[in-house]
């Protein structure tokens, strides 16, 4: 489903945010995306979103090369994606409920099938009593379980959370981590980067680990990548 040939990034006036790296991600796999601050784990889901171009190499989503896709094809590819950004990025002059609402509208459900789902999403994420606020007036956790509400609305082929439980507190995480492997049970490729080493050992799944840019290790081995 994703696939990277020796891709690197690099921003304007910076040095390589990833340097040659090469990964295969299957279809119905989970997978952790982890490593220090600054080793690239978002850069490289917003290549996978194509957020950003890469700089170098080829990436492959869906059998399709997207490394330097642009312009009227990129919603087309993102009609399968769906993303939890490290920012949140709801829209702040749209209720919650209508945050959650929008990837169905985009994908022209009925209204009354949008407000079903809408509503089962928000009390899945513990948040049906703030369904008419809008984000700014809610908690960081509020907003972060919003995002992963949206993200997970449309039953998306590939789910990208960076740092989906960093503003949550132990309890609401594992009700995250619960909706995500949900949603990977149901067919869902999810990706998570996250810099909780309790999340990689708690779940066996696969770990794989940036360093400065790089691939480090990739492999079942929580002890081998947390060590
Ligand atoms: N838009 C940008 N412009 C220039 N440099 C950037 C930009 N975004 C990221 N970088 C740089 O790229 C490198 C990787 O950043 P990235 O955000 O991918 O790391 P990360 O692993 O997600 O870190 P964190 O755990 O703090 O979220 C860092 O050195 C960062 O300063
Ligand atoms: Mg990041």
């Known amino acids: 489903m994703i696939q990277l040939?020796?891709?690197?990034?690099?921003?304007?006036?910076d040095g390589p945010a990833l340097q040659e790296v090469s990964l295969e991600i299957d279809k119905g796999e989970f997978v952790f995306l982890t490593g220090a601050s600054g080793a690239g784990k978002s850069t490289l889901l917003k290549l996978i979103f194509c957020d950003e171009p890469a700089s170098a190499g080829q990436l492959l989503l869906f059998?399709?090369?997207?490394?330097?896709?642009?312009g009227s094809a990129i919603p087309f590819v993102r009609r399968n994606i769906g993303v939890?950004?490290?920012d949140f990025k709801l829209l702040a002059n749209r209720t919650v409920a209508e945050n959650v609402a929008l990837p169905l509208e985009v994908r022209g459900l009925a209204q009354k099938e949008i407000?079903?789902?809408?509503?089962?999403l928000l009390r899945?994420?513990?948040?049906?009593?703030?369904?008419?606020?809008f984000p700014p007036s809610l908690?960081?956790?509020?907003?972060?379980?919003?995002a992963v509400a949206r993200a997970l609305a449309p039953d998306p082929a590939l789910l990208l959370a960076d740092e989906p439980t960093g503003n949550l507190d132990p309890e609401r995480t594992l009700e995250v981590m619960d909706l995500l492997y949900g949603a990977n049970a149901r067919g869902t490729t999810v990706v998570v980067a996250t810099h909780d080493r309790s999340l990689l050992e708690r779940y066996k799944k696969r770990v794989v680990v940036l360093q400065?840019?790089?691939l480090l290790s990739d492999g079942d081995s929580v002890r081998r990548a947390v060590s």
């Open 5 to 13: 040939f020796h891709v690197t990034k690099e921003y304007p006036g």
């Open 63 to 70: 059998g399709k090369n997207v490394a330097k896709i642009s």
């Open 84 to 86: 939890v950004f490290q």
């Open 115 to 120: 407000r079903r789902k809408v509503r089962g």
């Open 124 to 133: 899945s994420v513990g948040l049906e009593h703030r369904a008419d606020k």
């Open 139 to 146: 908690s960081g956790g509020e907003q972060q379980r919003v």
């Open 212 to 214: 400065a840019g790089r």
